[in-house]
Each structure stands twice: as C-alpha cells, then as structure tokens.
C-alpha cells in the first residue's frame, strides 16, 4: 500500500490498486465491532442473524465475554417523502437485528443525524425507538440536522450531558479509549465538516494519557477524510485531528453522512462509513448533487441492509459482505445509480429574480437585480437548505421541501451567501 492506495492485493477482498472506491457497498444499517485478543473487528450483524431467515445462527466465532458494540447512523427521524416514508419502520428492523445478537452489545454508537429537522417531537420518536435496544449505553454524536434550529442546544440537553464544547467527548470501555467528535457546528461558506481550535485542542490533550497501544475508536458524524469534497463531503481540519492518532497501533474512525458503505486504510487507521437507516444517497459524483435517492419500494430495504467488515489488524485489509433488511434480487449497481435520475422532478428553470435549490445547488448560482428588488427562494430538495449571508445581511431558517425565503436588496452591490447546513453550497446576488 502506498499514499493510502492499495497497490497490490493478496487477499481477493475485492480491494484493487484503483483504491477505496472500488470496496464501496450498497448495503449496511448497522456494524457490529468486536474486541477479541485486544483486537478490534467488525463482525456484521449477518454473520450472526441468517439473512435468509432471520434466525440466530453460529455466531460467527464470537466468544462470550468479547466486547461487541454496534454502530447505527442517519436515523432522520422526521423526513417522509419518496425516498422512504417510513423512516421510523426501517430503524426499527435494523433494532430488531441488534436485538437478534445472541451476546447484546454493550454499547451503541449513533453517528448522527438523529432528526431530520431538529423537532423535540423527531427527537421523541427517536428515544421511543432506541428505548427498545438490549444494550447498556448509547452514545451519540450530532448530524448537521439535529442542530438546525438552535445552535445544537435541544441536541446537547437531551444527548449531550457531561459532554465538552460543542458536544465532544470521550469515554474508556473494556480497553477501548472511545472519542466522539463534533463537525457540523460552524461551517464555513465553501468547506466541509469543521471540527474547530477549541477542539482541536481538547482532543490533543485528551490523547496524551493513552498508551500507544490503546486501542482507539473515533466516530464523528461528517468523515474525517476527504471522501467527495465537491458535495462537502470531509472535513477542513479533520487532517490535523488524524495527525494526533499516528502514534497508535489501531485506531478505527468511523462516520455517516453520507448514507453508503466506505472503506479505507492509511497506515494505522482504518476509516469506515455507515449506511443510513432512512434512505440511500448516490455514490460520489454519479449524479448532479447528494441527496436522497428515489428507488422502487421492493427494494428500498435491499439498500438499507447490514454490512459485514472484516478487520484483520495484521494486513491491515477490509473486506465488505453485504446483508440486505430484506432478502431478494437485488439490481445491479449500475442501475441503482441511474435510478438517481427519477429522483426529482423537472421543474421550469427561475425567473430573473427567483432561485431555485435544487440537487444541491443555488440556480441560477450568480443573480442580477436591480436595487428594490426582492429575490425568492425556493427549495425543490427533499432535505432542508438555508439561504444564509456571508456577511450575515440576511439569513432563512431552514427551509424544508417547498419553503421559500425572500429579502428586497435595496443596496448595491455584490452578496455572497451559502447554506449554512451544507456549506459548499454557494451562490451570490449582484445589485446594480
């Protein structure tokens, strides 16, 4: 391996030297790690619970007394729309499976985007759910939408007690030095996830009390590594953040947001991203923008599956075996991906003093008005986007499918805003 590239690959694990892209997958709601001999491994819910079935099977050699936790993400409780409107009836099959593990984990790891728009009632229904999980703990991160609203306040009281800044924090099991990381508050016009000095700080002083040999796990909810920057998918500072782990022996950062499986080795760290609970998103570049991706419905839960990860510390290798919530033929790749392009309608391009948020993107992103002119907004995503000014001239609240915003610009000038949710999202209003 060489520069985080798989070079040669003596495994058949179906990692080749064109690197992590090739070992995505399109299926995983929950993983399931297992600390055995003081090695970290991801069994995966399937090697236990029979896909076919639904019956516990063998065990995939898990001994009694190893340390199991599971990780889940992107929950967004709340969001009903095409993609999956039953958000709430996926995440149950995927506690379900938890529960079918003949050992319960001893803890869950939730890697953010809990709700879809920050609601104490999305919220309620999260709890209701993650109430019926047979394990001792769950342990949580925030997504960007479950801080739309109120700087993340409603989040930290509910999940966030004891927790530093933001929401970071760390905690010891079994041998396991645990840090959960904050990337979604702050964000800067242009960038990705951002994890900030301040935290940037803690962590370091959080590190020099651990043995090289510890091992560490660090989930966060946007990745840590530059998956796809032009849909912001990374994190500026999130190479500074890796540089404090180089010295351990193994060290596992795992992450959601982008609702599909990815894996990737450099050095000591093994990078891996969940799927979503609630709906698929399309692989990096095939499509206009990220966003949920529309399906047939008979196959909505082949992608909303489990993930089997297999992680041998010794040659530092993945490998991804894919168990859907639902058993049946499955379309292959390449279709699903195009599938991505019934995913929104077409809608009439705007008017000269509309724009339209659409695949994630501001069209038209340059508009010129003259002064005393009013610019509308609309949002033609399924997810919530913000109109929000560099200069903090003026600002939406978050605006889910079909809201608008409008502000008269009676100065002229030039205005440059973004969306604060999803900050690569940029655009600007020229007044003449």
């Known amino acids: 391996m060489k520069n985080g590239i798989i070079l040669e690959n003596l495994n058949n694990d179906g990692i080749d030297r064109r690197g992590f892209l090739k070992c995505m997958a399109w299926a995983g709601t929950g993983v399931l790690w297992v600390m055995s001999g003081g090695i970290l491994k991801s069994a995966g819910l399937s090697q236990i619970i029979d896909s076919r079935t639904g019956s516990v099977s063998g065990g995939a050699g898990i001994q009694k007394g190893d340390f199991m936790f599971v990780q889940i993400s992107d929950s967004h409780i709340g969001f009903a729309k095409d993609a999956n409107p039953d958000v709430i009836g996926t995440l149950g099959a995927a506690v379900a499976k938890i529960n079918a593990i003949p050992n319960a984990p001893s803890l869950v790891l939730h890697t953010g985007d809990l709700s879809h728009l920050s609601k104490a009632s999305e919220f309620d229904t999260l709890d209701q759910v993650l109430r019926g999980v047979r394990t001792e703990k769950i342990f949580y991160v925030p997504g960007e939408h479950d801080v739309l609203t109120d700087n993340g306040k409603q989040y930290r009281d509910r999940y966030g007690k004891g927790t530093k800044g933001d929401g970071w924090h760390s905690f010891d099991s079994h041998g396991v030095h645990f840090i959960g990381l904050v990337n979604v508050m702050n964000l800067k016009p242009g960038g990705m996830g951002l994890l900030g000095t301040d935290q940037l700080a803690w962590l370091e002083r959080d590190l020099r009390g651990q043995s090289a040999s510890t091992p560490i796990v660090v989930f966060a909810h946007i990745p840590l590594w530059a998956v796809y920057p032009q849909w912001g998918w990374g994190t ?95 379309p292959a790749r390449e279709e699903r991906i195009n599938n991505d392009s019934t995913r929104r309608d077409v809608r009439p391009s705007p008017g000269g003093n509309e724009v339209s948020i659409d695949n994630f993107s501001f069209t038209p992103q340059q508009t010129q008005v003259k002064a005393g002119t009013t610019v509308t907004w609309t949002n033609r995503d399924d997810i919530p986007h913000t109109v929000t000014s560099v200069d903090k001239i003026f600002s939406s609240p978050p605006l889910d499918t079909g809201g608008t915003y409008s502000f008269t610009f009676r100065q002229t000038g030039k205005y440059d805003y973004y969306c604060s949710i999803h900050p690569h999202m940029t655009g600007s209003v020229v007044v003449r």
């Open 236 to 330: 500026d500072d999130g190479a500074q953040a890796l540089s404090y782990l180089k010295r351990f022996g193994s060290v596992s950062v795992l992450n959601g947001h982008i609702h599909q499986t990815m894996q990737k080795v450099e050095g000591n760290i093994t990078f891996h991203t969940a799927m979503s609970t609630a709906f698929p998103q399309p692989a990096p570049g095939t499509a206009a923008g990220p966003g949920p991706m529309k399906v047939p419905a008979e196959n909505l839960r082949q992608l909303l599956g489990v993930t089997d990860v297999y992680y041998t510390e010794t040659n530092h290798t993945l490998a991804v075996i894919d168990a859907p919530l639902v058993t049946a033929p499955v």
